[in-house]
């Protein structure tokens, strides 16, 4: 089943995994193994759980197989799917992949070719098809008549019982090697080789033993295999997609919440640990301790990675008037951290180049004007909202409190006169920096 999850831009597969988690509702004593699919074939596993998620790119297929147990350094059986074109067996490529690959892990450390086919029996045994003629109506999904356990059943006597008599593991363990009910084939990391399997096959190779599973008209009878449908694509990374709608925004508050949560470091970025004396992977957490009376938001509008950079040209929401951080600041001192907007900087144009323009608030007027290079216009305060919007500045509504009787300074719901451009409101003021 295709699966959406929220993960955090710059995380790592563990953070993939555990989001995966929650959302399957995976049970206890239960795993996820990641992997990627290319052409229908194991591209790569994503084994390693500090593997930036900056290295799955848009367009990718990733796969989460669910095992019961950990497989930690247990032997995996990886099954990729042809179709049978040619009489001729023994050649390599001679039938088009399809589906999604199968991965199970081996108990033994040197299979034998019975040891595969029983493995990969037990993976195609959901595929089965019933029997159509006798299929009741209650209980049909997709072609399978489900019994109240949840295993598969034939629905008559006859053929399809001898059929699931022919999968079972004794039968399977009895038969000779030209009597398995599929044909299996041992191939190399690159899918070039193909050798025949056989009972009594030596199965000699690494951690990963690679097969190909060929598929007759018989399989195609005996199987149902609509469920190894193509994968959905890796559809979006969050600030690779393309220009947000208003009905899309993100709001600062947001912005600034995911500026606060806590992120693991990464493998470049480990902890030495004084206690230990070792390197260890720690959590990075940002708090807000107080505030200034001038704030600057500090929008993040240019992303690099080591595969893309990127204008980020997402709409952000933030409110003009009224803006309260409170329940964000740690130190409660009983000040009041109620912020209104007087000036933005705007960005338009790509990395290679662009063009800044300013918003500014003059409170004699009490109005908004646009400043771009030498033009200065009045313009509406439902238009200063943009995704251009870079650099957001506030000034703290000051508001006598007890904690406050000491300071002169006069309440005011504003800024400060702002002279001819934004830049020289800017200047005449020290600044703290939030980068969201």
């Known amino acids: 089943m295709p699966c959406t999850v ?13 989001a995966l988690n929650s959302a399957c509702c995976l049970k206890s004593g239960e795993s996820l193994l990641l992997a990627e699919v290319y052409d229908h074939k194991i591209y790569r596993l994503l084994e390693n759980p500090f593997e930036p998620l900056v290295s799955i790119k848009d367009e990718d297929h990733i796969v989460a197989y669910r095992f019961c147990g950990k497989g930690a350094g ?40 019975a040891d595969i086919y029983l493995a990969a029996s037990r993976l195609i045994s959901p595929l089965k098809r019933a029997c ?12 399978f008549l489900l019994e109240a356990n949840g295993e598969t059943s034939s ?17 399977l363990e009895g038969t000779d090697s030209q009597e398995f009910p599929f044909q299996l084939f041992l191939t190399d990391d690159r899918y070039l080789s193909c050798k025949p399997i056989f009972k009594d096959s030596v199965i000699k190779s690494g951690n990963r033993i690679k097969v190909i599973f060929e598929w007759t008209e018989k399989e195609h009878k005996l199987y149902d295999c609509s469920s190894l449908k193509d994968l959905p694509e890796v559809y979006h990374k969050t600030g690779y997609r393309t220009k947000k709608t208003r009905q899309e925004a993100v709001s600062l508050f947001s912005c600034l919440e995911a500026f606060l949560t806590e992120e693991p470091l990464g493998p470049d970025d480990m ?33 690099y990675s080591r595969y893309l950079k990127n204008k980020l040209d997402t709409f952000v929401d933030f409110p003009v008037h009224n803006l309260d ?73 000051k508001t006598e409190s007890k904690a406050e009787l000491g300071e002169t300074s006069q309440a005011h719901a504003g800024p400060l006169k702002c002279h001819g451009s934004v830049n020289s409101a800017i200047a005449s003021r020290s600044a703290s920096f939030v980068v969201i």
């Open 6 to 18: 929220s993960v955090l831009k710059r995380g790592n597969c563990r953070d993939l995994i555990q």
């Open 74 to 113: 247990r032997k995996k059986l990886e099954i990729v799917h042809r179709d049978k074109c040619t009489p001729d067996i023994l050649k390599c490529n001679v039938g088009k992949y399809f589906g999604t690959p199968l991965i199970t892990y081996m108990d033994e450390d040197s299979p034998s070719g």
């Open 132 to 143: 159509s003629s006798t299929m009741a109506h209650s209980g049909k999904d997709d072609g």
């Open 155 to 171: 629905g008559c006597n006859g053929q399809c019982e001898s059929m699931d008599q022919s999968m079972g593991n004794t039968e």
């Open 271 to 303: 902890w030495y640990c004084p206690s230990c004396e070792e390197h260890r992977q720690a959590t990075k957490k940002l708090d807000l301790w107080m505030l200034p009376d001038i704030l600057v938001f500090h929008l993040k509008r240019f992303s």
């Open 325 to 397: 951080l409170s329940k964000y600041v740690k130190k409660k001192d009983g000040k009041s951290y109620t912020y209104e907007l007087y000036a933005i900087s705007n960005h338009y144009g790509g990395l290679g180049g662009g063009h800044y323009t300013a918003f500014a608030k003059l409170i004699e007027e009490n109005r908004w004007y646009s400043f771009d290079d030498s033009r200065v216009s009045p313009v509406n305060d439902a238009d200063i909202k943009t995704s251009a919007a870079y650099v957001l500045f506030y000034q703290r509504v």
